[in-house]
């Protein structure tokens, strides 16, 4: 049983540009939530996605945007990339809260 | 708001010594607790699950308990290992499907 697959696993990006991240949920959850985490940090919340809505959204600028498709799968998007965007971002996945979060392995993003 | 604190932000112990991680939460109303585990540029590996009417949850040589009351949550790691280095983050779960809120993490270093 797969667990949750993030795509690509490393990026680099120069400022300005944008990106598109990846992310495939467990077999069987209908939920995707994605978290920045910078270096010695913990993760932050950035977006949830459920039914292919945006169901809560962390404080993020405008910039970071998403999708969730009809096979529960997810993007995120990042427009206008910034130094300080240079992060791991995880992907998370889950099926209701009672059942607790799978993560992914991350996509270290580097903005030069 | 949530707040979720790790203390100590690093440990190092010798190989077989029992040790305890610390997580306090400021929100005593969490719906679960999460314990986890990430390898230096890696995801998220969950390690235990407490949910609210819980005390505690145990898998193999981890014990992780609750107390709603104090706000607290540790992690206990019997006989330890030089492959339990490792960074562990606990992360509070709040009712309404609400995302996780992460601790900062305890790095931890298990001298062999």
């Known amino acids: 049983d797969a667990g949750v697959t993030q795509s690509p696993t490393h990026l680099i990006k120069t400022r300005g540009q944008q990106v598109t991240l990846r992310c495939s949920p467990k077999?069987?959850?209908?939920?995707v939530s994605w978290y920045q985490q910078a270096l010695g940090q913990g993760p932050q919340f950035i977006f949830q996605?459920?039914?292919?809505?945006?169901?809560q959204r962390g404080n993020f600028p405008d910039r970071f945007s998403g999708h969730q498709f009809p096979n529960y799968s997810s993007e995120l998007n990042v427009n206008a990339l910034l130094l300080g965007d240079s992060a791991l971002y995880l992907c998370?996945?889950?099926?209701?809260?009672?059942?607790?979060?799978?993560f992914g392995s991350g996509t270290r993003l580097t903005v030069v | 708001k949530q707040e979720v604190t790790q203390i100590p932000a690093a440990l190092s112990v010798p190989e077989g010594e029992n040790l305890v991680l610390n997580c306090s939460f400021t929100?005593?109303?969490?719906?679960?607790l999460q314990w986890f585990r990430q390898d230096p540029g890696k995801g998220l590996t969950s390690l235990l699950l407490?949910?609210?009417?819980?005390r505690e949850q145990t898998s193999g040589r981890l014990n992780a308990s609750l107390d709603k009351s104090s706000g607290r949550s540790t992690l206990y790691i019997a006989a330890s290992q030089p492959g339990d280095s490792a960074t562990y983050l606990c992360?509070?779960?709040?009712?309404?499907?609400?995302?996780?809120?992460f601790g900062k993490g305890t790095r931890l270093s298990v001298i062999a």
């Open positions: 998370a996945s889950s099926s209701g809260q009672y059942y607790g979060y799978t």
């Open positions: 077999s069987g959850h209908d939920t």
């Open positions: 996605y459920y039914e292919e809505e945006e169901r």
């Open positions: 929100d005593s109303a969490i719906y679960n």
């Open positions: 407490i949910q609210s009417s819980q």
């Open positions: 992360a509070a779960g709040d009712a309404g499907n609400t995302p996780l809120v």
